[in-house]
Nanobody, 132 residues
Framework: QVQLVESGGGTVQPGGSLRLSCTGS????????MGWFRQAPGKEREGVAC?????????HYTASVKSRFTISKDNAKNTVYLQMNSLKPEDTAVYFC????????????????????????WGQGTQVTVSS
């Protein structure tokens, strides 16, 4: 039974910080590239950050969050994190974590990307609100 559960969302003031967690069950999270996505009302879901599988340590971020957000994982806890600093109102969205189960099959290598159709496992999302 595969499941991803996000936690850590909430409401913060601009400039504040949050750390989101995503814990997997029913599979080994480190076996796949993992991504964080977000969706604001009336907007399309967009990729935020991703991290490669196993020990490769490759990460990728959308331009708007570079230098502010950091993705990491703890394999012992089967958990991936998104540390969000210097939050802005435009970061307000529902944040989802997901596992890219298709990349290795397609032979794309040891990196990660935001091809959403390749992510087969998705969490339920956690709300992040940045407001004064």
């Amino acid at each position: 039974q595969v499941q991803l559960v996000e936690s850590g969302g909430g409401t913060v003031q601009p400039g504040g910080s949050l750390r989101l967690s995503c814990t997997g069950s029913g599979f080994t999270l480190d076996s796949y590239p993992m991504g964080w996505f977000r969706q604001a009302p009336g907007k399309e879901r967009e990729g935020v950050a991703c991290i490669s599988y196993s020990h490769y340590g490759s990460t990728h971020y959308t331009a708007s969050v570079k230098s502010r957000f950091t993705i990491s994982k703890d394999n012992a806890k089967n958990t991936v994190y998104l540390q969000m600093n210097s939050l802005k109102p435009e970061d307000t969205a529902v944040y989802f974590c997901a596992a890219d189960t298709q990349r290795l099959m397609k032979g794309y290598g040891s990196g990660c990307e935001f091809q959403q159709d390749d992510y087969d496992y998705w969490g339920q999302g956690t709300q992040v609100t940045v407001s004064s």
